[in-house]
């Protein structure tokens, strides 16, 4: 007892000092906003005009605990691309970092400030969706690519859909579906017959939970909804509605909760015992969360995520993310969903320059659409009308394995829902929620 | 029924704790501004600043002692001396030179410290939530489980309600304090050093800040932004209750956290609403507060 | 009615004469600096690269919003923390007409925009009448609290009303007409409006409704012993400031071709004051000045670290701490004592 807690603190001063090397190093390549370059010496001499890439994401409140690892790997991945002299071998990048504050006029700014002062030719970011899409309208204007994956909501690709943006990850709509895949199956098995939400209230809660109820519907109409509940966005106590979940006493709760609010939801829930009686499937929990909360999380529940790399370890680019992340930051270290995903977007530009031949915009952009790009999920295409990559979802049951400090989802059991069975299903509908720019 | 009258109470104990919840922050930003005629926006702030310092001490006190759940207890404590101090100093070195002025200029001064303290947060715990892991298990009661760290904020709360009170009613420096709230000059026209009193009682408000956050620490993960979602209920809280009333704040912060709780059954969405209806209706009929008496403004 | 008072220190006729010429040289030093900012407005467009323009456009409708948030502080002596609310009313009133308009394109006729842009001044000057009803009762700090919940009242509305405002995702797509959608013009068209408002600010200020104001300010007692109807004449003010800051609002979404409710938040009202801070609440031009080292700063300071908050909190610091009069009082301090010596 007294041995295996000393070395247990050991271990601690270890993980603790670790922490603070990491986080300084994140300090020092986004304090000072400016240029995260990382280029040899020696390429820079032949090399052609670099090509500037803006990195717009939020390290100011709540949304900035999900912008650390991807501003730590993307400076690695330029820096990859780089050793090879750049874009076609030429065209060193430069990466340009912002923080949007998660506010939709600061993110239109500081794009604008972006694309005229920095000169960039593509927009990375960003995480909150309402500042995405302020940002998609500057982008939209200015002929500037932008590549997204955190902010996910269906709009970027089908109402506001403009060509110049790509979308990395599942959208909001494909994340509910999939959901609805995962979830049909359990009613099968496990016999459930009503159930509750909890969802905040803004607009992606809302529109996953919508989308859920529509889908499971169709899918299980027997499945009886009891009640719909609402917590306000940044809830710091939801001991209420936990209460108020119980005494319902339904089969499961869907939880379209995100964010820190998610995890105050699940350290209560937990400790107030929901998941004694009542299964949880379909929480978002991306591997920024498995990793942050890896004592305080629940084991059983069933959670979704868009880009673990636990899933994807037999992919020669996800292993590079993995070892390029682990090698810089530690062996504790490993890369998140957002990160690995805004990863595959920078590789994915790379691939994009490389088949037009040039890195003008307008060529690469018409060679990305549809275009079929390695990424660290394996090979996958940019859907032509409206550039959303078919990526798939993940679903799997929460439970610690030997190889990883924290849980991941079972391997045995784990569904991946492949994104072209759940996003819009006929480009032709696609079309028809696309309003026309000028 | 049975079952309604368990779900019931069930609902009832939810709500008093999340009114404890509300009365450990808003207490001290009563108490400032009743006494000393200061809004601290930066309440919520350094509430979140004292949770991240006594998070940080318990990491060290871990590395130092081994992982055991019971040395929550002395980091919450030093936390709460640590976070006396820090609010000891603001008081001295930044509020105390704008007695001078008027309420803009306080409030801008308090505005101010909001945008600090976060970037300051940031430069040194990084971006990342935090939170205390405590292998807390549901107990049975009323016919259904509850989380029995619920007892302890319950238990929290109404233990610094009472010792505020017994502060303010029992002890000399707190008598001086009430004394103040009630008529500023008054208390100096019998010689008593206002401005002496001030640093102490800012600071006191401050250190019930960062008590609650370490008491909530294991329930309730940190992070950046925390502080804005959280300061505009307290101020609810605040202005209902009255400025500067102790009490007044405690029954303010029942009233709307046992709303809150049912509300959430019968008008799911709608809470907030329902806590600046309040709000404004009493702004408007008693701007003073239910328990506050009429002030200087 | 709970009353502000404030120490008297000085014997009446002193305090008459100090405050007279305090009128005096502050009404003198704000003529030469809006006169110098209104010629040097003229030539930002041709500032190399387009984004100072895109800057000037912003510190223009900024002006705009701290000037109407001064009309209640500098010149009633009530802080509003709610004035953000307006300027978002103003903004969404526009962008819902403008998005009626264009729906399905992005095309808008000149006649549309103006009729949309002009329809931010009955929804913004409504909105304020409501508030203002309630707000007027109160001074000092429960003013400042009410008009804070107030704000937050309409920040939650228009959040949470998605068949209507859009919800948090907010409106995009709002583009002015073709030829406004150059910055170049838009900031002329901008620079018009908000000349056009800043002329009409200035009247209200020198108006013997502008003094009634500053009587209210200094004592509402008094002023109500005069035969003012307190009341009234604040709520007159309410709805003015509340109108230019829908006026300010209107122009802002199709300047960021969207618009979301964070724009209404309290976060958006606390940047008002801090320009009118910087610049000088005891001046014309203090908002228009500190509307412009704000959004300049703010605009640039981004491009080197990402602790604007930080940088933005400490600058608030030393002025609050330091010279709590704001730039322009300690430019004034500095001519008067000139002058003095000269007089002597």
Not at chain 1, 403 to 414: C, G, L, Q, S
Request: glycine share 10%; net charge positive.
């Amino acid at each position: 007892m007294g041995d295996s807690d000393r070395e247990g603190s050991w271990k601690n001063t270890v993980d603790l000092m670790n922490r603070a090397v990491s986080r300084r190093d994140f300090i020092i390549t986004s304090g000072a906003a400016g240029v995260m370059t990382m280029v040899p010496r020696f390429a820079r001499a032949q090399s052609a005009e670099p090509y500037r890439i803006g990195v717009l994401l939020p390290t100011t409140g709540s949304g900035a605990n999900y912008s650390e690892r991807p501003i730590k790997i993307l400076p690695l991945i330029a820096a990859d691309i780089n050793s090879r002299g750049g874009l076609l071998g030429k065209h060193p990048i430069e990466l340009h970092f912002r923080d949007d504050q998660t506010k939709p006029d600061v993110g239109a700014r500081e794009a604008r400030s972006l694309i005229l002062n920095e000169k960039v030719k593509t927009i990375i970011g960003t995480w909150s969706s309402s500042v995405a899409m302020a940002v998609q309208e500057i982008i939209h204007e200015h002929k500037v690519l932008m590549l997204t994956a955190t902010s996910n909501s269906s709009k970027i690709v089908n109402e506001n859909y403009t060509p110049y943006c790509f979308m990395f990850g599942p959208t909001s709509g494909m994340q509910s579906r999939a959901t609805v895949v995962a979830v049909t199956r359990l009613i099968k098995e496990k016999g459930w017959k009503k159930y509750a939400t909890l969802g905040l209230d803004y607009e992606w809660g809302r529109d996953a939970q919508r989308v859920f109820v529509e889908n499971l519907k169709k899918a299980s109409p027997e499945t009886e909804l009891m009640k719909e509940l609402w917590a306000k966005l940044g809830e710091t106590d939801f001991t209420s509605y936990i209460s108020a979940v119980m005494a319902l006493k339904p089969n499961f709760l869907f939880g379209a909760i995100a964010g820190k609010d998610n995890e105050t939801f699940l350290q209560q829930a937990k400790g107030a015992g929901l998941f004694k009686g009542i299964a949880y499937p379909g929480v978002f929990l991306p591997v920024t969360e498995l990793m942050q909360q890896a004592k305080t999380l629940p084991r059983g529940i069933i959670g979704i995520n868009r880009c673990p790399f636990f899933a994807n370890m037999d992919k020669p680019l996800m292993q590079k993310y993995v070892k390029l992340y682990k090698d810089k930051f530690g062996k504790e270290e490993f890369p998140d969903d957002f990160a690995c995903m805004y990863a595959d977007a920078l590789n994915a530009l790379d691939q994009g320059a490389t088949k037009a031949g040039t890195v003008e915009t307008e060529a690469v952009r018409k060679s990305l659409t549809g275009a079929t790009i390695e990424t660290c999920q394996g090979k996958l295409p940019i859907r032509d009308c409206n550039n959303q990559l078919d990526c798939p979802s993940y679903l799997g049951e929460v439970v610690d394995v030997p190889e990883y400090p924290f849980p991941i989802f079972n391997p045995k059991t784990m569904i991946v829902v492949q994104g072209h069975d759940v996003w819009v299903p006929t480009c032709d509908e696609v079309r028809a929620l696309q309003k026309k720019r000028s | 029924m049975p079952s309604d009258l368990s779900s019931f109470l069930i609902q009832l104990f939810s709500g008093l704790s999340r009114a404890m919840m509300l009365f450990l922050v808003a207490s001290g930003l009563s108490l400032i501004f009743g006494v000393m005629n200061i809004l601290n926006f930066a309440h919520a702030s350094l509430w979140l600043l004292g949770g991240y310092v006594t998070f940080s001490l318990y990491q060290a006190f871990s590395i130092g002692f081994g992982q055991h759940g019971f040395l929550l207890i002395p980091a919450i404590l030093l936390g709460t001396v640590c976070m006396f101090g820090i609010g000891w100093l603001i008081e001295r070195v930044l509020i105390r030179r704008t007695y001078a002025y008027e309420l803009p200029e306080q409030l801008l001064l308090t505005f101010a410290m909001i945008l600090i303290i976060g970037d300051l947060i940031k430069l040194i715990w990084g971006v990342q939530n935090r939170r205390i892991f405590l292998p807390i298990e549901p107990i049975e009661a009323f016919g259904g489980f509850i989380n029995p760290y619920l007892f302890i904020v319950i238990g929290c709360g109404f233990g610094i309600a009472a010792a505020l009170w017994f502060f303010l009613h029992r002890t000399r420096y707190g008598k001086i304090v009430r004394a103040a709230v009630h008529s500023r000059e008054m208390v100096s026209a019998l010689g008593i050093r206002i401005p002496a009193i001030y640093a102490g009682v800012y600071a006191m408000g401050v250190a019930i800040a960062a008590f609650s956050a370490g008491v909530f620490l294991p329930i309730m993960p940190i992070g950046l932004g925390l502080d804005m979602d959280l300061i505009v209920q307290c101020f609810a809280v605040v202005v209902i209750g009255g400025f500067g009333s102790i009490l007044g704040t405690f029954v303010a912060s029942l009233i709307v956290g046992i709303l809150y709780s049912f509300s959430v059954l019968i008008w799911p969405g709608g809470a907030l609403a329902i806590i600046f209806l309040i709000l404004v209706t009493v702004l408007i009929i008693r701007p003073w507060g239910l328990f506050g008496t009429e002030m200087r403004f | 009615m709970p009353v502000e008072t404030k120490p008297v220190a000085l014997s009446n006729e002193t305090e008459k004469n100090s405050c007279i010429a305090a009128l005096h040289a502050r009404a003198g030093l704000s003529g030469p600096v809006i006169a110098a900012l209104g010629l040097f407005s003229l030539v930002v467009p041709l500032l190399p690269g387009e984004f100072p323009t895109i800057v000037g456009v912003e510190i223009l409708i900024l002006s705009l919003f701290a000037g109407s948030f001064n009309l209640i502080y500098g010149y009633m002596g009530q802080m509003s923390f709610g004035q953000g609310a307006f300027f978002g009313l103003g903004a969404y009133a526009t962008a819902l007409l403008c998005r009626w308009y264009q729906a399905g394109s992005t095309d808008i006729g000149y006649m549309q925009f103006f009729l949309a842009l002009l329809l931010a001044i009955p929804v913004s000057a409504l909105g304020a009448l409501v508030v203002g009803f309630f707000l007027v009762r109160l001074t000092g700090i429960y003013f400042s609290i009410l008009s804070m919940a107030f704000g937050e009242l309409l920040f939650y509305i228009v959040f949470s009303w998605y068949s209507f405002t859009g919800g948090d995702d907010g409106i995009q797509g709002i583009y002015p007409p073709a030829l406004l959608r150059d910055p170049h013009y838009y900031y002329y068209f901008t620079l018009a409006i908000v000349a056009v408002a800043t002329f009409l600010l200035w009247r209200i200020s020198r108006s013997p409704f502008g003094y009634t104001l500053r009587m209210l300010r200094d004592n509402q007692r008094r002023t109500a012993f005069v035969g003012v109807n307190i009341r009234w004449a604040m709520l007159l003010n309410f709805v003015l400031a509340g109108t230019f800051a829908g006026v300010a609002g209107a122009l802002w979404g199709p300047f960021q071709r969207s618009v979301s409710p964070t724009l209404l938040g309290w976060m958006q009202s606390g940047s008002p004051v801090f320009m009118t801070l910087i610049g000088g609440a005891d001046f014309f031009a203090g908002p228009f000045v500190g509307a412009l080292i704000y959004t300049v700063l703010n605009a640039y300071v981004t491009r080197f670290t990402v602790f604007w908050p930080l940088t933005i909190g400490t600058i608030i610091l030393i002025i609050v701490l330091f010279f709590p009069g704001g730039i322009l009082s300690i430019i004034d301090g500095r001519l008067s004592r000139n002058r003095g010596s000269r007089d002597s």
